[in-house]
């Protein structure tokens, strides 16, 4: 297994409890196909651009350890999410 960490800015309007959702569904497709090592929540910070008409976001950082196919299929999921306004995936490993 190789190690990752994916960096998600989630709409700072929603709700506590949607933005809890979408972190527990990155969590499950992560646990579906690997491990979950560490979750950190950065909370409600201002965005160095505006998004989307939006100025504030709510951070998330998520380091975990799965086979090379997970991060596609997660990738997948927060394209489509309309909670979310940006994010990144990143193999950790040394070269």
Same mark, same amino acid.
């Given at each position: 297994?190789? &190690? @990752?960490?994916?960096?998600?800015?989630?709409?700072?309007?929603?709700?506590? $409890? %949607?933005?809890? /959702?979408?972190?527990?569904?990155?969590? $499950? +497709?992560?646990?579906?196909?690997?491990?979950? $090592?560490?979750?950190?929540?950065?909370? !409600?910070?201002?965005? /160095? @651009?505006?998004?989307?008409? &939006? !100025?504030?976001?709510? @951070?998330?950082?998520? +380091?975990? %350890?799965? $086979? %090379?196919?997970?991060? %596609?299929?997660?990738?997948? &999921?927060?394209?489509?999410?309309?909670?979310?306004?940006? @994010?990144?995936?990143? !193999? &950790?490993?040394?070269?």
């Amino acid at each position: 297994m190789k &190690k @990752y960490e994916v960096m998600f800015i989630i709409d700072s309007s929603l709700e506590d $409890e %949607k933005k809890e /959702a979408v972190v527990e569904m990155v969590k $499950e +497709t992560i646990s579906a196909g690997g491990e979950v $090592e560490e979750v950190d929540v950065w909370g !409600n910070r201002k965005l /160095a @651009y505006t998004i989307q008409k &939006k !100025n504030e976001g709510y @951070y998330v950082l998520i +380091t975990f %350890k799965a $086979e %090379k196919d997970l991060p %596609k299929e997660l990738d997948r &999921k927060l394209r489509i999410s309309d909670d979310i306004l940006r @994010y990144l995936i990143v !193999n &950790k490993e040394e070269k």
